[in-house]
């Protein structure tokens, strides 16, 4: 699986962005997508993963209520919508993927086995 992340950018704090992660092969269905963000200086975070059977959703404390992650299997396109953008929120976002992830394994990175290149959002005051 080969993933693309786009869609970061320059936005005003309490603005929005729209990521997108668009995926190859023929696998979209089967797999476990997630994001990552890391800041300057800092470790990558979990922010947002969607499961691959029912489409369950689970945000960072961060984000949730913020952020919505979301997949169009037509398109092999996974979503990060972002509203109410905060300064802290600056970082290159990553997403990644995996067909086999236990629940309790989303929040860790290294549960994942293929990953995008970052898209970088800078949030301004």
């Known amino acids: 699986v080969q993933l693309q992340a786009s869609g970061g950018g320059l936005v005003q704090a309490g603005g929005s962005l729209r990521l997108s992660c668009a995926a190859s092969?023929?696998?979209?269905?089967?797999?476990?997508f997630g994001w990552f963000r890391q800041a300057p200086g800092k470790e990558r975070e979990f922010v947002a993963a969607?499961?691959?059977?029912?489409?369950?959703?689970y945000y960072a404390d961060s984000v949730k209520g913020r952020f919505t992650i979301s997949k169009d299997s037509a398109k092999s396109t996974v979503y990060l919508l972002m509203n109410s953008l905060r300064l802290e929120d600056t970082a290159d976002y990553y997403c990644?993927?995996?067909?086999?992830?236990?629940?309790?394994?989303?929040?860790?990175?290294?549960?994942?086995?293929?990953w995008g290149q970052g898209t970088l959002v800078t949030v301004s005051s």
């Open positions: 990644a993927a995996d067909p086999s992830i236990i629940l309790s394994a989303l929040w860790d990175s290294r549960s994942y086995s293929y």
């Open positions: 969607i499961r691959s059977n029912g489409g369950n959703t």
């Open positions: 092969g023929r696998t979209f269905s089967r797999q476990t």
